[in-house]
Structures are given as structure tokens and as C-alpha cells.
């Protein structure tokens, strides 16, 4: 057997409603100053029906719960799309300290200048690294990014005439390009992808017209390969007075080697949490600044940061925006963006340098293509590569084994590995979408190899039952999802006392 | 029971007498969808055009829209979907019917296939 | 490049493996022009240089524990348990995804299911999800639900309602067929938003406690909604009032939405934090975000998964929902850490301590002659009127490294009557001391 062989921990673990206690409580306050309340009769006459925990209870659940998380501290995943890189420690240090922990999003903004300082570098860094002369920090993950990236272009459009009606999006896209546009109040229209797993140039050509606002591309593409069309593409975009949309959920294939703005994009989001690591955290926060042309750059939201002569300023409102000569279509955030995302990354950059981004992004690319070389022969890829940080199969190799997808990346897990990304993009049936990213070193990629290849050859052989039973040695083994969904249960309940059977 | 017709959109109609209709979605589609998590239905007395949204069907991985294959107004829906979706999937042309309509227009019934040219349809798939 | 695992060996035996003689070989589908740009950014350093680096930029701000602090106006100084932040930095919830895969994310599932149970018992709603980016943002979803909800397209906001959540609502559904009747800004607490709901109204969004500080029972005005067929959206900046006050949902709210980042979250300049958001059951077709339910697994086993996930953007695409997909996981997880901590009696006399500060602050500052406080009742955060523009004053009182408040005119720019007013909060981090401070300090730079 290969894999890392590690046996899940198996705790069981309550919920804090069925531990703790309604007069228990882990943190010691001070006794309040006797007052005359001023609540305007507002106050609640009993406490909150809410559990507390001790500090050592509160301690241990926790440890135990995480304990039944799989992370890339625990070991590879290889999630594609979604960028699983190292998260560096020194990251979390710096963001604590206090002078960036512990400040204000509104005190004065002389009391601030080094967080804006800050800001001002970390947007002069993306400015380079995208060949984007403009960054608009705020938004909060990317989705947020796309969005204000279509707000901006909508912007600029309607400044110029008219907002046009349509944005033009792959079939291979993210969910959340065609969700983003929609709330800008675009009709989406979809373009196929051609036969070599790139957007198709003629389709793209037929579908553009005057009423398109934006193509939205994914460059390197969700299929892991680069758009090799891509000044063709933006030609043929610019031509109808079209903005180049790219959505940089896969920069990190590229920063450092190639600038987004050389290949004609006007408008870009960065996933700081993506390509520059600051931690996913089990679902966020993230953090999803925007690379604006300079037609762009005007109709960006507040806030937004002018060198002045007694430091960096920060422009909070659209009254103070419009008295410098600037066109903001609004705001889309409560204060400044993920200051704290920003920190990290920040560092994550300027640990790595120009040089080390470079080598990051080769040697992620480096690994996606080995990955593939070593599977060709039993997981033939999709698409032919050279292919960029990540490689896509579809589920021909399971042809005829009676194992699935699904099957296929939960007998993974018992092979001590989290399952790459299944079933997306959707242009490919059953896909598997393989991100080893650059922080895997060559004895690990090739244990994952030797998993993977063991593990195609037994769907070969009529082990279909031993599939679709996996995984047998996580903390839980696989769930019945209709029944959550049918009869959802989205919090917490006493059990009523005579035991009413749920099934 | 009377003979089915299908839309394109894989959903069935079934005329009752009296210009009514009940709407389901095919058994192509119910496969296609997987177990059925939820059903919103339209409000009776409301009013649809022929290819207008009229419900939503949505499984544990998808979700559809579910269009009138008639125009008419909504004369009953299947309320026993709410507790037991799931009847779409074990019953798509019997129980688990969808909704009833007034037809407008019952001319618009020759639009729609027969079971046979819905059959050779599907094998377009 | 301590980041970087292989080695230049490996590198090699890799390329050779692959079949191509040198990297470049692998990015030839990049056009040449676009190849290999010099990009003018130092070059990679050591954990030290990088310290040092952030660290003179850090000690150019002013910290807030470093001086007597009084700033609110959306985000909160609340003390955060050590172990809180031990707790997150563990590197299974520091370093996973979103729970994809069930049966190995039981941890950020489990705690998420806390995390929304928690919240609906704050909001006094029935159910929640796992999360927003922010309370601003929570309140733009809120408005966007409300218009779903109800096939409604008219969106009463209040005139006490936060300016950059107004903006940022305004902003996000200008693209939208909704519209937006903001009410002019409510100065005295004059104003009643009921008289303004119609029968095409969807919802009518109002803070508690207001932006003001002032506290309002919303019972009056939720019958009012209920009346019109129109739904009440609440938003609350300040989560730990509610260890005190009747929750908005006890009053008659449909939706409540959040700012989280008084618990368990450091200021951070004001993100990230955490959005809240619940709402009744009958709803949650219509509820934007992730949401964990209980399931059962193939042994029987009761855990968590994912549902209700035809609402999302990777399904629904542009139906979704919302076009959420990151949010706050970690935020969350010590958001919802810090509440299990205090439990009811701790979150209450945090409440308690809050609102006995402020009303010290209140008195205090009410005695320095041309400044008078504006409300008659607040949790930990009033406005004060200054005979003067209030701008210049907190400038002054930071020069003396004193953080007084907001100048109302940082958010309502161009307003007169905003001119003379500053909000002003407590928390449990005040002391009496510190009040002293900013008492006398502020009296001086009065005179």
C-alpha cells in the first residue's frame, strides 16, 4: 500500500450546546459600575439561551474539532483551482502586531500612516506584477473582485455612452462570473470552448458585438492551460469597444513570468488568498483587489489612496473623490478592504521577491506537468499541455470500472490525501483537476503519483465496491446528502423529550 | 388515462378535460436531476405564458427551471411535494405531478411531441 | 528560498521526466511579446529583512491599546481571550478550504453549525448562515433577499443607518431593478420609517442600536411591515448589545444581518471580520451564502455537510442567490470561540460592563462646558455635539495621543449638521482612568 498511511484520529466530540452550561463562562470581567441604565427600556429581562464553556473545555473541543479537519498543514492537497500553497507563519506574526492588529478603521488618518504606507506598497507591487498602472483594494474575495470589476467597467461604459448589455463568459468559467455579471445587471452569454480545451476564437469573434460590455476570461483557464490566443482575443474584444476581463483566480501560474496587462487585460481580480497565500482559513476571509487599466482607473469605488504632500491620503467618500476629478460608481465595502490579508500577503511577496514569485510560478507549473507525465499512461490527460500550474482529466480511464468520480477521489482520502477538484470545470465529464502548486517537493509528488497510479489500476480490476465504500478511515464516512437537504436541519435543538424519531 | 405530450424541456403535460392540464417533468429529467431535494411551486391563480419559469426543481447537485409548456393560469399545485419531493423521482408522470393549469390556448397541446417523437428525441441526447 | 521545496536536482530530473530540455518549454503557449518582462521589484528576503520591513511600517500607527481609545462608528475594541486566537491558528482550521469534502472537514463543519446556531440565538431568529464578508455587505444581501422574498422592488432605508452600509447597499443593487428610497439623515431620532412602507414595498432596513447610538423597540414598525406585506431588515454593527437588549428578531425582524468583528476578531483597520446574517425559516430558500446542515453518514453517524447548495453560484450560476463563494470561515470560527467563552452570563455582564463605561463616558463628558451628549439612550456609544466643527477637536486630541471618536462629518461629508458631532464608545477596554484623560484633555481643547 502506498499513500502516507496515517490513521485518521477518531474522536467523537459533542456540540458546545450539549457541553457547556448557561452559568458557566471561560472569561473573567470586571464587575460593572453601578449605573442608572439608559437602555430605553429596551433591556431583556433573562440572559440568551446561550452555552458557555470553561477556558479548558473551550480548549480541548476545539483542538478536537480540529482534529477532524484535513488542512495543508496535514499533509497534500492538491485542490485544483483553489490554489493550496503553504501558508508562511511569519505572515500570521506580522499581521498581529499591534500596530496593525489594533488600529481603528477610523481614527484620524495622521494616527495611520504606516498602514496606509502599507497599502500604497502592497498596490505598487500588484501594479508591477500586473503591468496594471491602477489597484482598487476593497473588495473582500474574489466573487467581491468580479463584481467590482464589471461595476467599474459598467461605469466607464455608461461615461462613455452607453453600459451595453451583454457580458460574454466561457462554459468553462467559475460559477461566480456568470452570478457577478448578472447582479451588474448583464444578460451572461456563454462561448464553448474549442477542441484544444481553449476558448473557441471564432465563436468568441460571432458573439461579440457593440451591446457586449466585457469578455470574462480565466487565463490560465480553468482547464489548466494557457489561452495561447489571447492577443487575438483581445483584439477582437477591443475592436467592438469591449473591456478585457480576467479573472486572476489562476495568477499564481504566472506572476512573475507574465504581466496580465502586456496581453492586452483591462481589468483583473487578484485572490491574495490564491496566488499570494494568505490562508483559506476553512472558507475565507479572503481578499480580492482589482488591476485597473488607466480608462478603468477613475470609476473605481471608494476608497482609495492619493499620494499628498504630508503622506499617503486616504479619499473615504465619492464628495471627496469627485472634488479631486475622480468618477467612483460607489462603494462596496464598509471601510478600507482586508487590511489584515493585506499584511500577510505583502510579506508573502516581499519574502519571495521578483525571483522567487518567478520560481514559484515555474516550479508550480513544473509540478503540474510531472504530475501529468507520470500519469499519462494510465490517466491520460483532457487536453494535450505543455500545462500550466494545474492538469485536468476527465473520467475516461475509469471507463467501464464502474467507479466514479466521486468514487475515485473519496478512495483518496483513505490513501491519506485530500481529493483534487471533481466535477468542475463542467466542459469535461467527471473531471479531476490536479493543483499540486509549488510548495510540494519532488518525494511527495511522487508518493502521490504512486497512489494515484495504484489506485487507477485497482478501479481496473473490478474493485468497484471497494470505491464506492470509501472512505472507511476518516472521521465519517461518506454522507447521505439528500436526506440533509430534504429535511434541512441548520442549527442546533433540544431534543424534544420524548424522543421524536427524525428518520 | 389520457395520452402524454412533452415540451423540449423535457417536461409532460396531461389534458384532464375541461381545458385543465397538470404539468410534470419527464422521467429523462427526473434521472437527469438525480434525488429531488425541493419543488417551488407557482401560486394558483397566477398566469404563464408558454415557455414562461413557472417552477423550480432543485437535487442534491443541480437545479432547473421548470417552464409552462402552455399558456394558462395555475389551477392546483401538488402540495404533498413539499414534505416528500422525493416522489418525483419514485413517481415523475403519477404522483409526482407538478402543477395543474387553464390552457389559453389548448392549440398550443400540437406543439408538443407525442411519447413516440419525445422517445426519438431523447435519443438525440 | 525557504519557501520553495525542490531543489535545482529536482528541477532537472523533473524536465527530463516530461520530455523538454528547459522550463521555458512549458510556457511556450504564452505569446512572445509577453514573455519574460523585467519586473522592477527587490528581490526575495529573509524572515528578518521582511520583519524589520513591516515592522516600521507597523510602529507608524497609532495602536489602540497604546492610548485611552473611544473610536467606534461601525467596528468595535472588544478584548479577545488568548485563547481565541490560539485556538484558530491551528493549522487545520488555519490552512483548510471550504468544506468540499465532508469527511474530512467534520472540524470547520461542526464549529460553522455552532457558528449559525449561535447567531440565530443572538439575532432571535430561527436560522443563519455560515457567514458573510462583512456587516456592510450582510446588509446589501439582506436588501437583495427581502426583494426576492417578496417579488418587491422598493427598499425603504433609514436615514440612521450606517453611511457606508447605505452606500454600499445603494452601490450594490444600482445595476439591479431596485430602488432605493433613503431616508434624509435622521439627526433628531425624529424619524418613523413606517410612514414611508407602501404595498410595493419589499423591506424597510434600520440599525439597532443606531448609527447614532440610539436605541428604538422595533415592534411598531415590524406590524407596520407586516401590515404592507413588506419584510424588516435590521442591521446590528454592534453584536454585543444584544447580551442586553431585546433582540430585533423578538421585535418582529424577518432579517437580521452583522457585524461580527466584535467578537473574537482584532480591528485590523477594519477588515477582515465577519457577517452575520439569519432569518426566519420559511425563507431560507431565498438566503444568500453556505450553509451547514446535520447529516447522517453510511455508519448512521451524525456530522455536518454543506446544503441547500442549489442556491450557489458553482450550481445556479447567474440565478444564484448571491455571488458568494469565499466568506469569512475563519472569522467566523473565532467569532463563534469567543461566544462559547463568554456563554450567557459572560456575554451579558461584557454587556453590562459595556453600557456602565458608556454611561460614564456620557456623564463625564456632558460636564465639559460646550459639549452636550445627544441621546437619552445608547449601549456603548452616544453622539456628542461640540459647540464647534468636531473635526479639528479629535485631530487635536490625537496629537495628544488621545482617540476621541468620529467626527460624523468623516462620514456624512458636506453635511452641516453632521459638522459639530462626534460618536463616541465605550467598551470593556475603557477605563476609568481614560476617561479622566479624554474628559479633562477634551475640556482643554474646548476652551
Known amino acids: 500500500m502506498t499513500g502516507t498511511d496515517r490513521p485518521a484520529l477518531r474522536f467523537e466530540e459533542p456540540l458546545i450546546f450539549e457541553l457547556g452550561a448557561a452559568d458557566r ?113 476593497s473588495p473582500a474575495a474574489g466573487a467581491h473582485g468580479e463584481a467590482t470589476g464589471l461595476m467599474t467597467i459598467r461605469a466607464a461604459l455608461e461615461a462613455a455612452g452607453g453600459a451595453r448589455r451583454r457580458v460574454l463568459v466561457p462554459d468553462s468559467a467559475h460559477g461566480t462570473n456568470p452570478a457577478s455579471a448578472a447582479m451588474c445587471g448583464y444578460e451572461v452569454v456563454s462561448v464553448p470552448l474549442g477542441r484544444r480545451g481553449r476558448v473557441d476564437l471564432a465563436a468568441l469573434r460571432r458573439a461579440l458585438d457593440e451591446d457586449v460590455a466585457a469578455f470574462m476570461l480565466t487565463n490560465p483557464n480553468t482547464c489548466g492551460l494557457f489561452e495561447d490566443e489571447i492577443l487575438a482575443q483581445a483584439e477582437a474584444v477591443h475592436d467592438v469597444g469591449a473591456h478585457f476581463y480576467c479573472d486572476g483566480a489562476n495568477f499564481n501560474a504566472i506572476v512573475g513570468r507574465v504581466r496580465p496587462g502586456d496581453l492586452g487585460i483591462d481589468c483583473m481580480h487578484l485572490n491574495l488568498h490564491k496566488t499570494f497565500s494568505t490562508p483559506h482559513g476553512g472558507g475565507g476571509p ?21 499620494d499628498g504632500p504630508d503622506g499617503v491620503a486616504l479619499v473615504e467618500t465619492e464628495e471627496e473623490a469627485a472634488a479631486g476629478g475622480a468618477a467612483p460608481f460607489g462603494r462596496i465595502k464598509g471601510f478600507h478592504g482586508q487590511f489584515g490579508m493585506f499584511v500577510r500577503a505583502l510579506a508573502f511577496m516581499m519574502s519571495h521577491g521578483a525571483d522567487g514569485l518567478r520560481q514559484a510560478s515555474t516550479d508550480a507549473v513544473l509540478g503540474a506537468n510531472y504530475v501529468a507525465a507520470r500519469l499519462a499512461d494510465r490517466m491520460p490527460p483532457a487536453y494535450d499541455g505543455p500545462h500550466m500550474h494545474e492538469v485536468l482529466f476527465d473520467d475516461r480511464f475509469l471507463e467501464g470500472s464502474g467507479v466514479s468520480t466521486l468514487d475515485f477521489a473519496k478512495a483518496m482520502i483513505d490513501a491519506g490525501y485530500h481529493p483534487p477538484t471533481i466535477y468542475f470545470p463542467l466542459v469535461v465529464h467527471g473531471a479531476i483537476l490536479i493543483e499540486p502548486t509549488e510548495s510540494e517537493g519532488k518525494p511527495g509528488l511522487d508518493a502521490f503519483v504512486a497512489t494515484l497510479r495504484d489506485l487507477a489500476q485497482r478501479a481496473g480490476q473490478g474493485k468497484a465496491e471497494d470505491f464506492a465504500a470509501a472512505p472507511r478511515t476518516a472521521p465519517r464516512r461518506r454522507f447521505d446528502e439528500t436526506g440533509a437537504a430534504r429535511r434541512p436541519r441548520l442549527r442546533w435543538q433540544a431534543e424534544p423529550a420524548t424522543g421524536r424519531a427524525d428518520e | 388515462m389520457a395520452e402524454l405530450r412533452f415540451s423540449e424541456d423535457h417536461e409532460w403535460v396531461r389534458v384532464e378535460g375541461g381545458g385543465i392540464a397538470v404539468v410534470g417533468i419527464s422521467d429523462y429529467a427526473q434521472e437527469q436531476l438525480g434525488d429531488v431535494v425541493f419543488v417551488e411551486l407557482p401560486e394558483p391563480g397566477r398566469s404563464f405564458a408558454r415557455g414562461d419559469e413557472a417552477a423550480v426543481v432543485e437535487s ?33 408522470t403519477g404522483e409526482g405531478w407538478f402543477f395543474s393549469i387553464r390552457m389559453s390556448d389548448p392549440s398550443e397541446l400540437d406543439g408538443l411531441m407525442d411519447a413516440a417523437a419525445y422517445e426519438s428525441y431523447l435519443g438525440r441526447f | 528560498m525557504r519557501y520553495l521545496p525542490l531543489t535545482d536536482a529536482d528541477r532537472r530530473l523533473m524536465l527530463s521526466e516530461i520530455g523538454v530540455s528547459d522550463v521555458e518549454a512549458l510556457f511556450g503557449d504564452v505569446p512572445e511579446s509577453a514573455r519574460a518582462p523585467e519586473i522592477d521589484l527587490p528581490a526575495h528576503a529573509g524572515e528578518i529583512e521582511v520583519e524589520r520591513s513591516l515592522a516600521a511600517l507597523a510602529s507608524r500607527n497609532m495602536a489602540a491599546g497604546s492610548v485611552p481609545f473611544f473610536v467606534g462608528a461601525g467596528r468595535y475594541r472588544h478584548h479577545v481571550p488568548a485563547s481565541v486566537d490560539a485556538l484558530i491558528q491551528r493549522g487545520e482550521f488555519l490552512t483548510s478550504y471550504t468544506p468540499y469534502q465532508p469527511e474530512i472537514s467534520q472540524g470547520t463543519l461542526q464549529s460553522l453549525f455552532e457558528f449559525q446556531t449561535q447567531v440565530a440565538l443572538l439575532t432571535g431568529l430561527d436560522i443563519a448562515n455560515a457567514s458573510m464578508y462583512d456587516g456592510a455587505t450582510a446588509c446589501l444581501e439582506g436588501v437583495r433577499m427581502a426583494t426576492r422574498v417578496t417579488g418587491r422592488r422598493r427598499v425603504v432605508v433609514s436615514g440612521a443607518l450606517h453611511p457606508q452600509y447605505r452606500r454600499v447597499v445603494e452601490t450594490g443593487v444600482a445595476f439591479q431593478p431596485i430602488e432605493i428610497d433613503a431616508l434624509a439623515v435622521d439627526y433628531d431620532g425624529g424619524e418613523d420609517p413606517a410612514e414611508a ?63 461580527g468583528g466584535s467578537l473574537g476578531n482584532p480591528l485590523s483597520f477594519g477588515g477582515p471580520s465577519v457577517g452575520l446574517f439569519s432569518c426566519r425559516d420559511r425563507h431560507v430558500r431565498q438566503m444568500p451564502g453556505r450553509l451547514v446542515g446535520e447529516a447522517r453518514d453510511a455508519d448512521g453517524q451524525r456530522g455536518w455537510v454543506l446544503t441547500l447548495v442549489a442556491r450557489e453560484q458553482h450550481i445556479r450560476r447567474e440565478k444564484a442567490t448571491s455571488n458568494i463563494c469565499t466568506s469569512a470561515g475563519l472569522c467566523a470560527l473565532a467569532f463563534s470561540i469567543h461566544l462559547s467563552l463568554l456563554g450567557a452570563v459572560g456575554l451579558r455582564r461584557l454587556a453590562r460592563l459595556n453600557h456602565g463605561l458608556a454611561v460614564s463616558l456620557a456623564e463625564r463628558l456632558d460636564a465639559v462646558p460646550g459639549v452636550s451628549v445627544r441621546n437619552t439612550d445608547f449601549f456603548n456609544e452616544f453622539t456628542v455635539a461640540l459647540d464647534r466643527p468636531a473635526a479639528p477637536v479629535i485631530d487635536a486630541l490625537a496629537q495628544r495621543r488621545i482617540l476621541g471618536g468620529v467626527p460624523v462629518s468623516r462620514l456624512l461629508p458636506g453635511e452641516a449638521a453632521a459638522e459639530p458631532l462626534v460618536l463616541v464608545a465605550a467598551t470593556e477596554t475603557a477605563t476609568e482612568a481614560g476617561i479622566e484623560t479624554y474628559a479633562a484633555a477634551l475640556a482643554e481643547a474646548m476652551r
Open chain 2, 60 to 92: 442534491v447537485k443541480a437545479a432547473s427551471e421548470v417552464y409552462a409548456p402552455v399558456t394558462g393560469e395555475i389551477v392546483a399545485v401538488n402540495g404533498p411535494l413539499d414534505e416528500e419531493p422525493g416522489l418525483v423521482n419514485s413517481a415523475p
Open chain 1, 25 to 137: 463562562s471561560g472569561v473573567d470581567l470586571a464587575e460593572p459600575p453601578a449605573c442608572e441604565e439608559r437602555l430605553g427600556g429596551l433591556a431583556r429581562a433573562a440572559p440568551l439561551d446561550l452555552p458557555g464553556l470553561s477556558e479548558p473545555e473551550a480548549v480541548r473541543h476545539y483542538t478536537r474539532l480540529s482534529q477532524k479537519n484535513y488542512g495543508i498543514d496535514s499533509g497534500f492537497y492538491p485542490l485544483g483551482s483553489c490554489t493550496m500553497k503553504h501558508n508562511p507563519r511569519l505572515n500570521e506574526k506580522l499581521a498581529r502586531l499591534s500596530g496593525f492588529a489594533d488600529i481603528h478603521p477610523l481614527q484620524p488618518v495622521d494616527t495611520v500612516q504606516g498602514a496606509l504606507a502599507l497599502m500604497a506598497i502592497l498596490s505598487r507591487w500588484l501594479t508591477r506584477l500586473t503591468g496594471l498602472p491602477a489597484i482598487c483594494l
Open chain 3, 197 to 259: 412602507v407602501d404595498d410595493r414595498t419589499a423591506c424597510v432596513v434600520v440599525q439597532y442600536p443606531d448609527f447614532f447610538g440610539r436605541l428604538r423597540d422595533l415592534g411598531g414598525l415590524a406590524a407596520a411591515c407586516r401590515r404592507a406585506g413588506a419584510l424588516l431588515a435590521v442591521a446590528v454593527t454592534e453584536v454585543v448589545a444584544l447580551g442586553l437588549l431585546r433582540t430585533p428578531g423578538e421585535m418582529g425582524a424577518d432579517i437580521v444581518t452583522g457585524e
Open chain 1, 286 to 306: 479572503g481578499s480580492g483587489p482589482v488591476a485597473l487599466s488607466a480608462a478603468l482607473a477613475p470609476h473605481a469605488p471608494v476608497p482609495f489612496l492619493v
